[in-house]
């Protein structure tokens, strides 16, 4: 059987500005591409804004990033065990915040403090073996938001467990995604959409929605019907390509913060979400829960819907979320 994966194309606007071109751009960024696709009146309008919009993704993976030794990320987390907080920027405390509100919410799923065990795995999946137990159990101790610790009078910050690593993969595309796009909604621009690997945001000012399509893997096929939005973000997640093979059993790139391990669920998520931030931390999360628990997520969260395929026993099964039916194309 043909494995379905859900990764988001953008196909078109259902229409155009009688005075607005359609225009692209895209740079690598954050590890992979970053697009923007808006209308605007004339290319050079187009090119100022779209340019501003990616000095502001420039500036802010300069704070979030895990691979930059001396991002404000990295250096706090030097900072962790030492029991004083630390002063951290404006842009910093605000997707601090949001993301001790996700791992509350998803209760652990997605944890902003597993950078310590993604490196561990990202190790592992280079060198095919599974990390050591005993190196595993003691990175897992640093492990858990709760060990993260906020002052919201001084916008500070102190980690209580040494060794703990805060990582953001798991939102940071989706929130820059939605700053570039109310950056360039302030510009003026009505309509205008970021692809930032995968996790999209957008936004549009009339009543014509983003035309969205959703792929069959292998193949230059669409699954029938469009995700049609407007005002929203949408992200996937899954493991069909990204993967390992350790001693005949297939484990994610995906981490699950509670084993330090892959998650081995052959499992594919969309969510649309309000936000490009709560999308992607959404499909993060739901990557990790099981069906039950992931579905339970998404209703108790507003304006949130999820679209699941997982294969089981060598067959697709599929789940959704009650209000998805509502944004695929009649």
Not at 81 to 87: A, D, H, L, P, V
Not at 164 to 169: E, M, P, V, Y
Not at 264 to 274: E, G, L
Request: aromatic residues 8%; charged residues 20%.
């Amino acid at each position: 059987m043909k494995q379905i994966v859900l990764i988001l194309l953008i196909i078109s606007s259902l229409s155009t500005y009688s005075q607005s071109k359609k225009y692209t751009f895209s740079q690598p960024k954050m590890g992979s591409p970053l697009n923007i696709t808006l209308y605007a009146d004339g290319s050079t309008k187009a090119h100022q804004i779209a340019t501003e919009a990616y000095k502001i993704a420039d500036s802010l993976n300069l704070i979030y990033s895990d691979y930059l030794e001396n991002s404000e990320l990295n250096l706090l987390s030097k900072k962790s065990g030492i029991n004083e907080f630390t002063k951290v920027s404006l842009a910093l405390w605000d997707i601090l915040n949001l993301s001790i509100k996700a791992s509350q919410q998803s209760k652990g799923a997605y944890d902003i403090t597993v950078g310590g065990i993604v490196k561990l795995w990202r190790k592992a999946r280079k060198e095919k073996a599974l990390p050591e137990k005993n190196i595993l159990k003691k990175t897992l101790q640093n492990v858990g938001y709760q060990y993260l610790i906020v002052d919201s009078i001084t916008h500070s910050v102190k980690l209580l467990q040494p060794n703990t690593q805060l990582d953001l993969g798991g939102i940071a595309k989706g929130y820059v995604a939605q700053i570039m796009v109310d950056f360039c909604r302030k510009e003026g621009i009505e309509k205008v959409l970021v692809d930032a690997g995968g996790d999209l945001a957008m936004v549009s000012q009339d009543d014509k929605p983003w035309k969205i399509g959703v792929t069959i893997p292998n193949s230059e096929e669409l699954i029938p019907r469009y995700l049609i939005l407007q005002n929203q973000a949408v992200a996937t997640s899954g493991n069909m390509y990204q993967f390992v093979e350790i001693n005949g059993k297939r484990y994610s790139h995906i981490v699950n913060p509670h084993t330090g391990l892959g998650v081995t669920h052959q499992r594919n998520v969309t969510v649309i979400a309000p936000d490009g931030a709560t999308a992607d931390w959404l499909a993060t999360a739901c990557s990790v829960l099981s069906v039950k628990k992931a579905l339970k997520l998404i209703k108790s969260l507003p304006n949130c819907e999820l679209l699941m395929t997982e294969i089981q026993k060598e067959k697709l099964k599929i789940w959704q979320s009650e209000g998805f039916e509502g944004y695929l194309e009649k």
